[in-house]
């Protein structure tokens, strides 16, 4: 028989309990909240409109897309995590960062109990990568923070180098007018 779980206990365990994705990126399988995505595309349906950045001094950022009137990066997972590169199928746009991430699948949406803090031995910038842990089915799954894809300074030299490249497309265009 089964002890009885007052119901205190049962709505705080519900209020934590977390809607996510979980994707591959390589063979490493990682979470994140499904309310952080705005949608998840083919990398296909993207190539036509993504913008090469010729000059980026960010490794992991090879491409741009123009969505409205922001422009989203194109973290390529593999280096971002520095794992094995293999050549990502989908593209995970997220909501609040101007971010879109290549992943090489998504497994499903699950719910997760709760996030759990990183133990120490993360001690470097994968502390601003990972939100925690997730335990689920018996595999520990590193639970991503959407905002650690790029740091501000990422950001800013990103811009700069989006700008400089409009501005000398400008002047090109200018010269042969």
């Excluded at 993360?122 to 990972?130: C, K, L, M, P, T």
Aim: aromatic share 8%; hydrophobic share 45%.
């Amino acid at each position: 028989m089964k002890p009885a779980i007052p119901e205190s206990a049962r709505l705080l365990h519900s209020r934590r309990a977390e809607q996510v994705i979980l994707f591959t990126i390589g063979r490493q399988m990682f979470a994140i909240a499904a309310e952080s995505v705005r949608e998840i595309r083919s990398t296909d349906t993207l190539a036509g409109a993504a913008s090469e950045i010729e000059f980026s001094e960010v490794e992991k950022v090879r491409h741009t897309i123009e969505r409205g009137r922001h422009t989203y990066y194109v973290v390529n997972g593999c280096a971002h995590f520095r794992l094995r590169v293999v050549r990502p199928s989908l593209a995970m746009i997220l909501r609040e960062f101007r971010v879109v991430v290549l992943v090489d699948g998504i497994d499903r949406m699950a719910e997760i109990p709760a996030v759990y803090p990183l133990p120490r031995a993360f001690s470097g910038e994968e502390r601003a990568w990972y939100r925690g842990l997730a335990y689920l089915e018996d595999h520990v799954i590193p639970v991503i923070h959407p905002g650690g894809f790029l740091t501000r300074d990422e950001f800013h030299r990103l811009d700069q180098a989006v700008l400089a490249a409009a501005s000398l497309r400008e002047m090109q265009g200018a010269a042969q007018a």
